[in-house]
């Protein structure tokens, strides 16, 4: 059953919908994925900016209490941004870039490939240097849920193999 469920989620480019049940919610669901698992996985892999809000209000729940509801959604949204945006913008991760017929070291990133994402970047989306800490603890809570979904996947598959 996991191997159609998986190849019918493949099948169908992992789209998702939120009113109906797709082949996408069987596998996270099979796999035992958070709520928070599936909705990081529904955007970064499945390109489904539906899944943004729901988490980036769970992500701001589980930044400490004693900031304000709003700030913690400011510092989750941002989170989210540069999670699934990590690539340099320029080479698109390539690290390198043509310049005439040549292939040149990516000056924007420096050759990592990387997108750096500045303090100007943050303070345009309402995140100051001083909520840098806060939105490490933001990144942390994804890699973990991302991490997590990722693990369960791979142990059912395994499973079934
Ligand atoms: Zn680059």
């Not at 840098?132 to 809570?141: D, E, I, N, S, Y």
Request: glycine share 6%; with cysteine; hydrophobic share 35%.
């Amino acid at each position: 059953m996991i191997r159609e469920t998986v190849a019918s989620a493949l099948d169908s480019g992992l789209k998702d919908s939120p009113e109906r049940e797709t082949p996408l919610d069987r596998v996270t669901a099979f796999a035992g994925a958070s709520r928070l698992g599936t909705l990081l996985w529904r955007l970064k892999y499945a390109n489904d900016p539906r899944a943004f809000k729901p988490a980036s209000l769970l992500i701001g729940k589980k930044l400490p209490r004693n900031l304000h509801g709003s700030m913690r959604i400011t510092i989750a949204q941002r989170a989210l941004k540069e999670w699934c945006m990590p690539m340099c913008e320029t080479c698109n991760g390539a690290k390198e870039v043509m310049r005439g017929d040549k292939m040149v070291e990516c000056k924007t990133c420096n050759g990592t490939g990387k997108r750096r994402h500045t303090e100007v970047d943050r303070m345009l989306d309402g995140v100051t240097p001083r909520m840098a800490p806060l939105l490490g603890a933001a990144f942390q809570v994804i890699r973990e849920h991302d991490v997590d979904t990722a693990v369960v996947t791979l142990q059912r598959l395994d499973r079934c193999s």
